[in-house]
């Protein structure tokens, strides 16, 4: 400790997390009553609060190795490290589906708050991030290297949490205090890169700030923000992230951008990698990004505000889950699945006109006697037609996605509706599910369980379903597909095979095309439309087969 009389100019607070840092200095001489007052108003730039200074450089630490981060990551739960901080990995139990090699290896997550597995192959370098703080530390290494900030020093004291939090006798070490080179906001920066600074410690300035070191701190951070800002757009609204949500790929967006892009085509605007999230309609497994929402919230704060106002102005804080649609009442259709159709009535003309004079799209939804049609429905976009002279057309189409009506209303003879996107849950969950259902299930000769159509009763065989490996659901389908082409059946014709094609080895598509040839009920193919998840989908389909083989249809 210092010879010299000081004054202790303390950090600790009950909670680290950080405050807004919209400004970070205030005019009071009284430093107390600045303490205590600059929670509950802003604050100019002539002065800033020492609990702001290291609500900064916490900004920058890893939570797990306390180090500035390095190579960030961000996890599938929304929680940042450095890549080197990520658990050991092992070998996935109970996933068979998607079953790609970047999905085999996981990990459980180092936040106690979260302890969920997270695959690996979820766990992209967080580009914005890396980007951000590498622009915050060479920002920071060249006010240290600075004139200025030779002729300034500052005596720094470390609290861990116990202590800074009025508990010293929980404390688990002695206080350590350090001299180092450099204004306030520089020198706690140096504590964490020396690695003696943890990330829930708190400090304690020595002596009180002068006018020099004041204007130098307050001319540092405001160097700092202005740097980073530049890393903080979005790159398809080209505007400060709004509820940023990062992909597995490593790349950030506002949450409502990211679904309006991933209504249209399922890849990253980036990298043009296939993604799998829903960040609206299932917003619990695409969560924010934690510490890209804290610095945003922390610097630009009254910015933010006006992102929030804006989003709200322009409707996109639901992500465009509702749309307005024209509505064909006919058939069922299936995403990714061709629909051919014969266009005569002259209401449907008009709307298949004005579909070609738009994006090319409009509804499809089954005919249901007494209500008029069914709530669930396919999303349909024409990729051919052919007119006649009298009129009449005919028009190819392909499934994009699936839908419920939520209103409607009628349009010059035909539907139009409003409606609300179906998506399936994201691979993550998937997984989850399957790890779940497949967990307890009894294992029998040689540790695995064959399913088969003759040997077994149908309530043995439905509770077999629901234990299945989702691969062994799809075998089981594929297998059944495969002996009936051996027996030359009516409905798997040469012509059905070249309307839909062959039979899929994707199980995320097998069930919509299973549905187009097996002859079942469409009742039955309807239930297909209202699933989140392609395991789901599967079972129904293993269903199907079941009756076929009792021969009850």
């Known amino acids: 400790m210092s010879s010299v009389q000081t004054t202790e100019v303390s950090t600790a607070n009950n909670n680290p997390a950080p405050t807004s840092l919209s400004s970070l200095s205030s005019n009071r001489t009284d430093e107390k009553q600045q303490q205590q007052s600059h929670h509950d108003a802003p604050v100019d730039q002539n002065r800033l609060f020492p609990d702001q200074l290291r609500q900064v450089v916490r900004l920058t630490q890893c939570p797990i190795c306390s180090s500035p981060l390095r190579d960030p990551l961000t996890l599938p739960c929304g929680r ?16 068979s589906y998607p079953a790609t090699a970047n999905r085999l290896q996981g990990f459980q997550c180092p936040f106690a708050d979260c302890a969920k597995e997270h695959a690996l192959g979820d766990c992209s370098p967080d580009v914005t991030l890396r980007k951000a703080l590498a622009v915050v530390d060479a920002e920071l290494e060249r006010a240290r290297a600075s004139p200025l900030a030779e002729d300034l020093s500052t005596h720094v004291v470390i609290k861990d949490q116990w202590e800074a939090t009025g508990v010293p006798s929980l404390r688990g070490v002695e206080t350590t205090s350090r001299l180092l080179q450099g204004g306030r906001l520089v020198a706690t920066f140096s504590l964490a890169q020396k690695g003696e600074l943890k990330y829930n410690d708190e400090v304690t300035y020595m002596s009180p700030v002068t006018p020099d070191q004041a204007a130098f701190d307050s001319s540092v951070l405001t160097t700092v923000k202005d740097a980073v800002r530049s890393e903080m757009d979005c790159q398809v ?21 990211l ?4 209504d249209h085509a399922r890849y990253c605007p980036v990298c043009r990698r296939v993604l799998s999230v829903e960040p609206v309609v299932y917003r619990e497994e695409c969560p924010t990004n934690q510490l890209l929402a804290r610095i945003i919230a922390s610097f630009w704060a009254d910015l933010l505000e006006a ?6 102005a322009e409707g996109l804080s639901d992500g465009a889950e509702n749309y307005d649609i024209a509505v064909f009442i006919c058939t069922l259709s299936f995403p990714s699945m061709p629909t051919f159709l014969h266009v005569f009535e002259p209401r449907y003309r008009l709307m298949i006109r004005r579909a070609l004079e738009g994006d090319r799209t409009f509804g499809m939804v089954l005919y249901q006697q007494g209500r008029g049609f069914r709530e669930l429905g396919t999303l349909l976009r024409i990729v051919n037609v052919e007119f006649f002279p009298d009129g009449r057309s ?7 996605s699936r839908f419920r009506i939520v209103e409607h209303s009628t349009l010059d003879g035909y539907t139009v509706a409003k409606i609300q996107k179906i998506n399936d849950v994201s691979i993550a969950a998937e997984e989850e599910l ?6 307890n299930r009894r294992r029998e000769v040689g540790g695995t369980t064959t399913m088969t159509t003759t040997t077994t009763a149908a309530g043995e065989m439905n509770g077999e379903i629901e234990s299945a490996a989702t691969s062994e659901l799809m075998e089981f389908g594929v297998d059944f597909v495969r002996r009936m082409r051996e027996q030359s059946v009516g409905w798997l014709t040469t012509r059905m095979l070249a309307i839909y094609g062959e039979c899929p080895s994707d199980p995320a598509l097998f069930p919509w095309w299973f549905a187009n040839v097996l002859p079942v009920k469409d ?14 989908r599967l079972k129904i389909c293993c269903e199907w087969v079941l009756e076929w083989e009792r021969n009850t249809w």
Do not use: M, N, W
């Open 523 to 536: 009742s039955e193919k309807y239930r297909l439309l209202g699933t989140t998840t392609v395991r789901e």
């Open 434 to 439: 399957e790890a779940l259902e497949t967990r």
């Open 80 to 95: 940042s490290l450095c890549r080197t901080c990520i658990p050991s990995s092992y070998l996935r139990t109970s996933i």
């Open 237 to 257: 609204c080209y505007a400060l992230y709004y509820d940023p949500v990062t992909t597995p790929c490593g790349h950030t967006f506002c949450r409502s951008c």
């Open 394 to 400: 005919l028009i190819e189409t392909v499934g994009v």
């Open 259 to 262: 679904q309006r892009v991933l």
């Open 307 to 312: 992102r929030r106002q804006a989003v709200i």
